[in-house]
Every structure is written in C-alpha cells, then in structure tokens.
C-alpha cells in the first residue's frame, strides 16, 4: 500500500463547478498536509497547506482534513480553465523533514 | 524576494557522463531539499540540507549521486557516471526555520535531465 494514494484522474468539471479532489494516507504519525498544482513542464507550486482537523479555505480553495479517517480533500469552488492541473497531495511526518507526495490526481475543467 | 533558482533548467547529456545541478534557495530559508519526479508520478525525496549539514539521505540516491551545500546557502547536486535511468526532473526545494507547523515548502523551477 502506498503511504498517500490519489485517484490519477482525470477528473473532468464543467467551468464554475466546484471541484473535489481526494487523498488518503496510511501512516497515523503525519503531521502536515500540503496540495500542491503542477502545470505540465512545470514544478509543483504550494497552494494549500493543513495540520489540524477541519477546514482551512483560502479563496476559492478549501482543504479539509480528518485524521481519525486519515482522509484529506480539496474543494476548487467556481472553477476555472487555468486550474486545469495536476494536484499532488503530500504529508510530512512528525518525526522526519521530507515530504512524501501522491502521484497526483489530472483535472481538467471544461468550458 | 525571489523564489528558489536552479541552473541548468535542461540539460541533455550521453550516459556515463557527469552532471551538476545548482540551486540556490529562498535566501534566508535554512532548509534545502533535493527531490526527483519522472513522468506520471510525484516528487520522490533525495536528500535534506539543514544550513551545510546533510542530516538526511534517501536509499535512492545511491553512490553516484552526492550533494553538497558548503556555505549553508546553495547546494550543488552531482550524478557520476549518468545512466538513462537517471532521466527526470531535479527538483530543489527550500523552507524556513519553523518552530511549529506546518514546515512549507517551496520548490524551485527544476531541472529536466535527459540522459542519452
């Protein structure tokens, strides 16, 4: 078992929907939760970060995470063409520096 | 404040060749990390510099890779002996001192090695 899974995708929304993605992660000690966007050719860029229970909402994004069910999303509320992406998930654990990331759910978003 | 740099962006050599990778982090940011991404998959972690000191290393970065940061500042990442399963994108990420979570990262622009 992989220690972050995500649905690769893709996942295709209609332009102004919102857009829900999904991760979970199988080790209890993580601490930090981070979705990062990658542009193909591009690097991953920090869009959300999270590291306790609940919803933490930065503009049109929300991310949410529940640790008893090891379970962290991602809300893109009235999406857009250029959120058309990569979305990695991706946890750090309390006893280490390095992230471990998914591999990343595609969505693309239709006009 | 710039964001974190890395030098070469590609860089397209033969197998058995040697390559070195710069990257110069987010100035302050005490905390530099290598990471590797191939197609279809997320960054896989390298290594991890705290100021000059390298206080972690990955089971993949076996002994043809070697990194340095001498001056706590930007660190060079070396292949020896380039092999085609080297191909991927390098990528360089940097974070400040943190006390509490959630220990960010920033990534740089990342460097696409071809190994021919």
């Known amino acids: 078992q992989k220690e972050v899974e995500q649905n690769s995708g893709p996942l295709s929304v209609p332009e102004g929907a919102i857009a829900s993605l999904n991760c979970t992660y199988s080790d209890r000690g993580s601490q930090s939760f981070f979705w990062y966007r990658q542009y193909s050719g591009k690097s991953p860029e920090l869009i959300m970060s999270i590291y306790s229970n609940g919803d933490k909402e930065d503009g049109r994004f929300t991310a949410q995470l529940n640790k008893a069910s090891q379970y962290v999303s991602l809300l893109i509320r009235d999406s857009q063409p250029s959120d058309s992406a990569t979305y990695l998930c991706?946890?750090?654990?309390?006893?280490?520096?390095?992230?471990?990331f998914g591999s990343g759910t595609r969505l693309s978003i239709r006009p | 404040d710039t964001g974190v740099s890395q030098d070469p962006r590609h860089k397209i050599t033969k197998r058995g060749q040697n390559v070195t990778f710069r990257c110069d982090p987010i100035?302050?940011?005490?905390?530099l990390y290598w990471y590797r991404q191939t197609l279809g998959q997320g960054p896989e972690f390298l290594t991890y510099f705290q100021n000059e000191a390298q206080l972690e290393k990955s089971r993949l970065l076996s002994d043809r890779f070697s990194a340095e940061r001498p001056k706590g500042s930007f660190s060079t990442l070396e292949i020896q002996r380039t092999e085609q399963g080297d191909s991927a994108m390098y990528l360089c990420a940097s974070s400040p001192r943190q006390w509490r979570g959630p220990y960010e990262q920033y990534f740089g622009p990342g460097t696409r090695l071809t190994v021919t």
């Open positions: 991706a946890i750090k654990y309390s006893s280490a520096s390095k992230i471990i």
């Open positions: 100035s302050e940011h005490n905390r």
